[in-house]
């Protein structure tokens, strides 16, 4: 079994800051990537940030504001969040493709059970 289990979500005003993080665990033989998704109240999941092996995207509603940094050694990923506006409230879900679990020879997509951020006006 491959388990994600974010954490770090919460409430912060506008303009304020936020880092969440988020842990891969089980059976793990190799992460090819890891990033972060969201999803606000009526609106389709959109990708936020991906770090594949090091080459690292973001979405361009938050690049210059988040940051992507990835701990292979201790297979994490964290989403550092600043400058926060209303328009960043959804629902993050850590994600990752990787190797494990009972797919240990193909890489398949995983995702945590996401955690809330809400930003105040």
């Known amino acids: 079994q491959v388990r994600l289990v974010e954490s770090g979500g919460g409430l912060v005003q506008a303009g304020g800051s936020l880092r969440l993080s988020c842990e891969a665990s089980?059976?793990?033989?190799?992460?090819?990537?890891m990033g972060w998704d969201r999803q606000a109240p009526g609106k389709q999941r959109e990708l936020v940030a991906l770090d594949t092996d090091g080459d690292v995207k973001y979405s361009d509603s938050v690049k210059g504001r988040f940051t992507i940094s990835r701990d292979n050694s201790k297979n994490t990923v964290s989403l550092q969040m600043d400058s926060l506006t209303p328009e960043d409230t959804a629902v993050y879900y850590c994600?990752?493709?990787?190797?494990?679990?009972?797919?240990?020879?193909?890489?398949?997509?995983?995702w945590g059970q996401g955690t809330q951020v809400t930003v105040s006006s």
């Open positions: 994600t990752a493709v990787l190797r494990g679990g009972s797919h240990l020879f193909s890489y398949e997509s995983y």
């Open positions: 089980g059976m793990i033989v190799k992460i090819g990537s």
